[in-house]
C-alpha cells in the first residue's frame, strides 16, 4: 500500500512516476491501493495551490490500512498523508519504505527563505524509521547521505517508449529552431534562466504553476501551452529542435527521457538530473552557459537522443522498486499457502 500526498489533477514528475509504477505493478500481478487527497477534505498548500494538503486524515488512513492489511506500506511523500501513515505503521511496529522524489529542502528555501537545514532535519525525522528511502540517481543519494541518511537505495525512472516515440506531426507552428521548456512553471525551475537568453528562432512553454502568468507578462514573445495529455505531448516533443531543461533543483527530471524518447535533444546545466540522465551520451548538452548549451544540442541528431533514452525502461525500474520493499509479517493465523500468496501480490498502496 502507498500513501501519496501528490496526485492527480496534478500532472508532475511524481505523479507520473506512482502512476506508471503501479500499471507496472499491476503487470506483474500485484493488487493495489492507494491513498491520496481525493479521499480528504483538502486546502491549498500556501505558496503552492495547485498541491491539495489533505485535512486531519489520520482516522481515514488509518480505517483504510486496517481494512486492506498490506503486505507491504510505501509512502511516497513527506505531507499529512505521508505523515498519518508513517505514524500508522510505527505503533503497530509495522515496516515500511519512503521515497525522496524532489529537491523538498531547495524548493522551500526559494519560496519561503527557510534554511535548508531546518527542512532536512524534518526530513531526517520523517525518514529516520523507513527501512529504505529511494532515491532516483546516485547523486541524489550520495546527497542524502552527506545530510546525515543511513538507509537510502536507488530507485530509478523509466519513459514509456511506446507514446513517447518521434511523431510525423508538427504542431508547433513559430520559426525554427524551436526551443521548448516542458513542466511545472514555479520559481524552483529556473525557467527565466532560459527565457532570457538571446537564441534564435522561438522558445515555447508548456505546462502550469504558480509562475505562469507573470512568465506571460515578462515575456509575451514566447509561445505558451498549458498541460497535455502525453499523446499531445509526444508530438509538441518531436516538433521542437531542442529541449531546454533550466532547473537546478530536480532530483531526476521525467520530461528528459521523453524529450530524448521522441529524438529531441536536450540542453541542461551539468547538474543532478541531466548528469544523471544524460551522462556521457550524445544525447544532449550540458554547460554552465545555458546558451551554449543550447546552441550545442542544435547539432546532435535526433537518432542519438532516442537511442539514448532506448535504455531506460519503467519494468527494471519497478522490479528495483519491489525489491526494496519490505514484508509485512501481522502473525495472523492465515494459512503459509494463503500468506504466500498474499506476500506476492497485495503489495502497495502507493
Not at 42 to 70: H, M, N, Q, R, W
Not at 193 to 206: D, H, I, M, R, T
Request: charged share 20%; hydrophobic share 40%; proline share 7%.
Amino acid at each position: 500500500m502507498c500513501s501519496s500526498d501528490l496526485w492527480e489533477p496534478q500532472v508532475n514528475g511524481v505523479v507520473r512516476t506512482l502512476k506508471q509504477t503501479r500499471a507496472e505493478l499491476e503487470k506483474m500481478g500485484h493488487i493495489l491501493d492507494m491513498i491520496t487527497p481525493l479521499e480528504f477534505k483538502t486546502i491549498p498548500c500556501p505558496t503552492y495551490p495547485d498541491i491539495a494538503l489533505s485535512l486531519f486524515p489520520k482516522k481515514g488512513v488509518v480505517e483504510k490500512l486496517d481494512k486492506f492489511a498490506p503486505d507491504a506500506i510505501h509512502i511516497a511523500t513527506e505531507g499529512p498523508l505521508g505523515i498519518a501513515a508513517r505514524s500508522y505503521a510505527i505503533k503497530r511496529n509495522l515496516p515500511f519504505t519512503t521515497a525522496y522524489h524532489t529537491r523538498f529542502p531547495e524548493y522551500v528555501k526559494a519560496r519561503t527563505g527557510i534554511p535548508l537545514a531546518l527542512t532536512y532535519k524534518f526530513l531526517r525525522w520523517f525518514h529516520d524509521p523507513s527501512q529504505a528511502v529511494m532515491a532516483p540517481t546516485d547523486v541524489v543519494k550520495n546527497d542524502l547521505e552527506q545530510y546525515g541518511f543511513t538507509n537510502v537505495v536507488l530507485w530509478t525512472r523509466g519513459v514509456d517508449l511506446n507514446i513517447f516515440q518521434p511523431r510525423p506531426e508538427k504542431v508547433l507552428n513559430t520559426n525554427h529552431p524551436i526551443f521548448l521548456y516542458v513542466g511545472r512553471v514555479a520559481v524552483e525551475k529556473n525557467i527565466e534562466a532560459f527565457l532570457e537568453l538571446k537564441l534564435p528562432g522561438s522558445k515555447w512553454v508548456v505546462g502550469d504553476g504558480p509562475a505562469i502568468e507573470s512568465l506571460k507578462d515578462k515575456y509575451p514573445e514566447v509561445s505558451y501551452l498549458g498541460v497535455l495529455q502525453q499523446e499531445e505531448l509526444a508530438k509538441v516533443y518531436s516538433s521542437a529542435d531542442v529541449f531546454v531543461f533550466p532547473s537546478k533543483t530536480d532530483t531526476f527530471g521525467l520530461v528528459l527521457l521523453e524529450a530524448m524518447a521522441c529524438g529531441l535533444p536536450v540542453a541542461a546545466y551539468p547538474v543532478t538530473g541531466p548528469v544523471d540522465v544524460i551522462g556521457s551520451s550524445k544525447a544532449g548538452a550540458m554547460s554552465a552557459d545555458l546558451r551554449e548549451a543550447c546552441l550545442a544540442a542544435l547539432n546532435i541528431p535526433r537518432e542519438s537522443a532516442r537511442e539514448h533514452a532506448e535504455k531506460f525502461s519503467w519494468q527494471a525500474a519497478t522490479e528495483q522498486f519491489v525489491a526494496h520493499l519490505q514484508p509485512v509479517d501481522r502473525h495472523t493465523t492465515r494459512s503459509e499457502e494463503h500468506t504466500s500468496e498474499l506476500q506476492s501480490l497485495r503489495h502497495l498502496v502507493c
